[in-house]
C-alpha cells in the first residue's frame, strides 16, 4: 500500500496535468472555429476555378498543356500533409499509415515531399526516399505561403522527375472524423461539367490558350491549399478531442486515486486505534 | 435586370450581390459589362475594380487573376481584392514609401527592382482606391 503521501503527490501531479490538457482543449477549440471558417471561406473560389478549367478545357480539348497530359511512366510523388506539434490524437499515425500503403504498392516508384515535421519523421523511419520537406503552414495559412511548395511540385513535374503527382491529406470531415485522402494534382484532370453553356460560346480574351496558361498554375496552387487548409482544421479537431479524452482520463484517474487515499487513511487510523487498545488492554 | 456579381479570391468570398455594371481591368484593357453580355472568359490585369448599382458605386482594389460572365452571373476570381473601406491607408503609404526609398538607391538586382517596382504599383493603386473611398464614400456617384 502506497502511503498517504505519495498518494497526495500523485494526486496534485495528475491534476496539473488535467489542467495542461484543459487548456490545450480550448485553445484547439478556438483555433478550430477559425480553420474550419477559413476552409469554408475558400472552397468559393476553387469551385469557380473548376469550372472556368472545365470551359476552356472542353474549348482546347485535352493535352493541351504539359500538366495536363497524362504520361506512361511509373515515377510517383506523394506530398503527404501532416502536423508539426504533437499530441493530436492518432492523427499523423493514420496519415502516415495510409501513405504506407500506397508507398508499399508501388514499391521503388514513389518518392515523398513532407510537409510536417511530424510526417517526415514517421517515413523517414519507414525508409521512404523524402525528397523535401517543409514545416507545416501554422495555424493560418495564408495562399501566397502555398505557391512555393506548388511550383517546386510542377517544375518537378515539368522537368519529368515525376511522372504523377498525388496529396495525401487529412480530409476535414467533421469533429470527430478526419479521414486520409489521397487526390491526384498533376496531371491535372479537367471536370466535363460546363454547368450548362458549351465551353465554345464564350469568348475568351486574349484567347484560350492564354488563358489556360494562367489558369493552371493557380488551379496547382489552390488544390494545394485546399490540402492544406483542410489539415490545419483536421490538426485542431483532433487535438481538440485528445486533449478532451486526456482530461475526462484525469479526472477519472483523480476520483480513483481520492477514493484510494480515503481508503489508506481510514486504515492507518483504524490501526492506530487497535495499537492504542490492544496498549491500553496490556498494561 | 441585375448582374449577379460573385468576387472571390483563394481566401474569401469578398463580394456578392445583385449589381447594375462592373467595370474591371482585362489584361487588355478596361473592360464593362452590362446585363446580357455575352458569355466570357478572360484574364485580368491589375488596377480598379468599379461596380455600380443604382447610384451607389463601390470600388475594389484587385490584382491579377479571370472574369467569367455567363447568362446568370458575372464571376471575378482575383488573386486580392480589397474593397475600398478594407484599406489601410497608411500601411499602403508606408509601403509607398519603402518602395520608393528602394528605387532610389543604386545598383538594385534585377529581381529586387521587379519586386520593389510591383510593390510601388500595388501602393499606389491602394491609396487610389482608399483615397477614392474616403472623398467620395461608398453611396455617391457624379
Redesign the interface.
Known amino acids: 500500500m502506497p502511503s498517504q503521501r505519495e498518494i497526495r503527490r500523485r494526486i496534485a501531479s495528475v491534476r496539473n496535468i488535467k489542467q495542461i490538457t484543459r487548456a490545450m482543449q480550448f485553445v484547439a477549440a478556438s483555433k478550430l472555429k477559425r480553420a474550419q471558417d477559413a476552409t469554408l471561406a475558400a472552397r468559393p473560389y476553387s469551385e469557380k476555378l473548376d469550372e472556368v478549367l472545365a470551359d476552356v478545357a472542353s474549348v482546347l480539348g485535352g493535352e493541351t498543356h504539359p500538366l495536363l497530359a497524362k504520361r506512361e511512366g511509373n515515377a510517383r510523388c506523394l506530398v503527404v500533409f501532416t502536423t508539426d506539434r504533437p499530441l493530436a490524437g492518432a492523427l499523423n499515425a493514420n496519415v502516415v499509415r495510409f501513405a504506407g500503403h500506397e508507398i508499399a504498392e508501388h514499391q521503388g516508384d514513389v518518392t515523398v515531399v513532407a510537409v510536417g515535421r511530424k510526417g517526415r519523421d514517421a517515413l523517414r523511419r519507414l525508409r521512404v526516399p523524402i525528397a523535401a520537406f517543409l514545416p507545416n503552414f501554422g495555424d493560418r495559412p495564408a495562399f501566397a505561403d502555398v505557391l512555393p511548395l506548388a511550383r517546386l511540385i510542377t517544375d518537378d513535374f515539368l522537368s519529368g522527375t515525376y511522372d504523377r503527382v498525388d496529396l495525401v491529406y487529412p480530409q476535414f470531415v467533421s469533429t470527430l472524423t478526419q479521414r486520409p485522402v489521397l487526390e491526384t494534382l498533376l496531371p491535372i484532370h479537367p471536370s466535363e461539367d460546363t454547368h450548362g453553356i458549351p465551353g465554345n460560346q464564350f469568348i475568351f480574351e486574349p484567347n484560350p490558350g492564354a488563358v489556360l496558361e494562367q489558369l493552371v498554375p493557380r488551379y496547382v496552387a489552390v488544390r494545394v491549399y485546399q490540402a492544406v487548409l483542410e489539415s490545419a482544421a483536421s490538426e485542431q479537431s483532433s487535438r481538440m478531442v485528445a486533449m478532451r479524452n486526456a482530461t475526462e482520463n484525469a479526472e477519472e484517474l483523480i476520483d480513483d486515486l481520492t477514493l484510494t487515499y480515503n481508503k489508506v487513511r481510514q486504515a492507518n487510523i483504524t490501526r492506530e486505534m487497535i495499537e492504542i487498545a490492544s496498549g491500553a488492554e496490556a498494561s | 435586370m441585375p448582374l449577379q456579381l ?1 468576387i ?6 469578398a463580394y456578392s450581390d445583385e449589381v447594375d455594371e462592373v467595370v474591371c481591368p ?3 484593357g478596361e473592360l464593362g459589362i452590362l446585363p446580357h453580355h ?6 485580368l490585369g491589375f488596377g480598379e475594380l468599379r461596380i455600380r448599382k443604382g447610384a451607389e458605386e463601390e470600388r475594389f482594389a484587385i490584382a491579377g487573376g ?1 472574369l ?1 460572365v ?2 446568370d452571373r458575372v ?1 471575378v ?1 482575383a ?1 486580392n481584392a480589397e474593397l475600398g473601406a478594407e484599406i489601410d491607408l497608411q500601411r499602403a503609404q508606408k509601403a509607398r514609401e519603402e518602395a520608393e526609398r528602394t528605387l532610389a538607391t543604386d545598383e538594385l538586382e534585377p529581381a529586387d527592382l521587379a519586386r520593389a517596382r510591383a510593390a510601388l504599383q500595388k501602393a499606389l493603386l491602394r491609396i487610389r482606391v482608399a483615397e477614392h473611398h474616403r472623398r467620395e464614400g461608398p453611396r455617391h456617384r457624379s
Open positions: 460573385e472571390v479570391t483563394p481566401e474569401r468570398l482585362g489584361v487588355e455575352a458569355p466570357l472568359l478572360t484574364q479571370f467569367q455567363r447568362p464571376v476570381m488573386e
